[in-house]
Nanobody, 126 residues
């Protein structure tokens, strides 16, 4: 399963962006996506979790983005979204999408997947 992020860009502090993550099967069919999460990595820093969505619990957010970011997904479209409001310079980084679930091929067996996208750059100027 491949993930493709988009929607990043250069904005000023206080502005908003909406990121997209589209999942597509390379050779089989996606059966379900159980977990979809957003991470970010600033230059010189470790990758950190921003938001995590699963079927079994409410969406979890990093403390630094609570009240400003909102994550959602459309299962039918195999697409996840990250709405980012009141952006700050410290939100700058590469944003990655991660998704885990099951896919199937011609035999009908469920094959688990855990995939990452290549990331989209978000830059917030002061």
């Amino acid at each position: 399963v491949q993930l493709a992020e988009s929607g990043g860009g250069l904005v000023q502090a206080g502005e908003s962006l909406r990121l997209f993550c589209v999942a597509s099967a390379t050779s089989g069919t996606i059966v379900n996506i159980n977990t979809m999460a957003w991470y970010r990595q600033a230059s010189g820093k470790q990758r950190e979790l921003v938001a995590s969505m699963t079927d079994s619990r409410p969406t979890q957010y990093a403390d630094s983005v609570k009240g400003r970011f909102s994550s959602s997904r459309d299962n039918a479209k195999k697409t996840g979204y990250l709405k980012m409001d009141s952006l700050k310079p410290e939100d700058t980084g590469v944003y990655y999408c991660n998704a885990a679930g099951n896919e199937t091929y011609t035999m009908g067996d469920l094959i688990p997947f855990d995939s990452w996208g290549r990331g989209t750059q978000v830059t917030v100027s002061s």
